[in-house]
């Protein structure tokens, strides 16, 4: 979990090119966190962001 946005997506773009997977980052509280999408499940999370190594980042809002 991070508090900087800017450090978070570059995590969760840098791990979804790494996993070749999709990646989602969710912001809980104050704090950041990345995860494989497959692996969130019905978390009580806000996703703000995926990201695939095809075709890059998206916002979800």
Do not use: W
Not at 29 to 56: H, K, Q, R
Request: avoid cysteine.
């Amino acid at each position: 979990m991070s508090h900087d946005l800017t450090f978070a997506q570059k995590v969760a773009r840098h791990l979804a090119r790494t996993l070749m997977a999709p990646v989602i980052l969710f912001q809980v509280d104050n704090e950041f966190g990345v995860l494989p999408a497959d692996e969130l499940d019905d978390a009580d999370v806000e996703i703000l962001f995926e990201y695939d190594p095809y075709s890059g980042g998206r916002s979800v809002h």
